[in-house]
Structure formats: structure tokens, C-alpha cells
């Protein structure tokens, strides 16, 4: 071999293994943008779960949670000195859930439970939409997020107490009839979604 040919060659090798390391450090860079991006995904799921795991006593749903929050503030004061978390159906005060609700302000009614009553007064199957926009007219002390009309729906479909009718592109629901299959049950492919 040359001393030309082994020039040639080992300024091909160094040449490679300069674009090599800096294709190893262009990926080491966006691997680390993806890490953070992963690390503030994980810190907003953690956030959540703790949120849930907070309001998973209480049957309101979160944005009826976010408008009592005085009260939670004061309910976590008077938490026993002992530290032990409440039995169900008890506040942390150590008296029943019920009675310290009934001495305090009366609570709106859930929101499926009021989507339950619109879809009640329809025989035809309902969009989300819609239903969302007939409670914004009925109810205009309640303006729940398109999303969260969707999710308490879902919610309401998984617990068989509605159906769900996809039509295209389209998702519908009416109400369950007793002593048939839900949707979610059915695992039929026209209802499932």
C-alpha cells in the first residue's frame, strides 16, 4: 500500500467518523428535547393521578371541585391531629359526609346526571354537541368544556347507563335500555368507538 493510498483512506476513515459523531450528537440532542418533553409529560400525568386520587371520594367532577375550593382548603385545617385518613363516607373531621354537606351550601347536580336528563327527553340519538348547547340553554350556571361533556359521556357509556351510536363520522348517544346490552358491553363494531 501507498503512503498516497493510506492518506486517501485514513481521511476517509476520519472523514466518516466526523459525520458519524456529529449524527451522534444531532440525535443525542433531540433524544434530550425528547426527555424533557417526556419529563413534563410525566410531571402533568403525576398532576393528574394526584388531582383524581384528591376528588376520587367526592362524586363531583373535577370543575365542580375547582369551584369549592375554600372549602377543601378549610376541610384539610381541620384534618385530625392523629393524621389518619378518613373511612369512606366520612369527612376528615370524623363526621358522616352527608350530614356536613346538608349544613353547607346545596351542591349543583352532577353533570351527567343532568346530561342524563336531556337525553331522557329525546328518542332520537344526540351528539355531544348538541347536548352540550340544549344544557348551555337550559342550565346557563354550567359551561363545561365541549371536552368534558364528551368525557362525562364516555364516562356514562362505560357505566352502561347510555348508548353510544357512531354514524360515519359521527358519535351519538341514548339512553340505555334496561336489561339489554350496553355499547360498551355489546362489543358490537357499529357501537364500539
Same mark, same amino acid.
Given at each position: 500500500?501507498?503512503?498516497?493510498?493510506?492518506?486517501?483512506?485514513?481521511?476517509?476513515?476520519?472523514?466518516?467518523?466526523?459525520?458519524?459523531?456529529?449524527?451522534?450528537?444531532?440525535?443525542?440532542?433531540?433524544?434530550?428535547?425528547?426527555?424533557?418533553?417526556?419529563?413534563?409529560?410525566?410531571?402533568?400525568?403525576?398532576?393528574?393521578?394526584?388531582?383524581?386520587?384528591?376528588?376520587?371520594?367526592? @362524586?363531583?367532577? +373535577?370543575?365542580?371541585? %375547582?369551584?369549592?375550593?375554600?372549602?377543601?382548603? /378549610?376541610?384539610? =385545617?381541620? !384534618?385530625?391531629?392523629?393524621?389518619?385518613?378518613?373511612?369512606?363516607?366520612?369527612?376528615?373531621?370524623?363526621?358522616?359526609?352527608?350530614?356536613?354537606?346538608?349544613?353547607?351550601?346545596?351542591?349543583?347536580?352532577?353533570?351527567?346526571?343532568?346530561?342524563?336528563?336531556?337525553?331522557?327527553?329525546?328518542?332520537?340519538?344526540?351528539?355531544?354537541?348538541?347536548?352540550?348547547?340544549?344544557?348551555?340553554?337550559?342550565?346557563?350556571?354550567? @359551561?363545561?368544556? +365541549?371536552?368534558?361533556? %364528551?368525557?362525562?359521556?364516555?364516562?356514562?357509556? /362505560?357505566?352502561? =347507563?347510555? !348508548?353510544?351510536?357512531?354514524?360515519?363520522?359521527?358519535?351519538?348517544?341514548?339512553?340505555?335500555?334496561?336489561?339489554?346490552?350496553?355499547?360498551?358491553?355489546?362489543?358490537?363494531?357499529?357501537?364500539?368507538?
Amino acid at each position: 500500500m501507498t503512503s498516497r493510498s493510506a492518506d486517501t483512506l485514513r481521511s476517509r476513515y476520519v472523514a466518516q467518523a466526523a459525520s458519524d459523531l456529529e449524527d451522534n450528537r444531532r440525535r443525542q440532542r433531540e433524544l434530550a428535547e425528547k426527555m424533557k418533553m417526556l419529563e413534563q409529560e410525566e410531571a402533568l400525568l403525576v398532576d393528574i393521578l394526584n388531582l383524581a386520587e384528591r376528588y376520587e371520594g367526592s @362524586s363531583a367532577p +373535577p370543575e365542580q371541585a %375547582r369551584e369549592e375550593p375554600a372549602a377543601a382548603r /378549610a376541610e384539610e =385545617r381541620s !384534618r385530625p391531629a392523629s393524621g389518619r385518613t378518613p373511612a369512606r363516607g366520612e369527612t376528615r373531621t370524623g363526621t358522616p359526609a352527608g350530614k356536613s354537606a346538608a349544613k353547607g351550601k346545596s351542591r349543583q347536580p352532577l353533570l351527567g346526571d343532568l346530561l342524563l336528563r336531556l337525553l331522557g327527553g329525546h328518542s332520537e340519538p344526540r351528539s355531544a354537541k348538541e347536548l352540550r348547547d340544549e344544557l348551555l340553554k337550559k342550565h346557563p350556571d354550567r @359551561s363545561p368544556t +365541549p371536552q368534558v361533556v %364528551r368525557n362525562t359521556l364516555e364516562s356514562l357509556v /362505560a357505566k352502561g =347507563r347510555i !348508548r353510544r351510536h357512531k354514524r360515519e363520522r359521527s358519535v351519538m348517544y341514548t339512553l340505555a335500555e334496561s336489561g339489554g346490552p350496553t355499547a360498551a358491553e355489546s362489543g358490537s363494531p357499529a357501537d364500539a368507538g
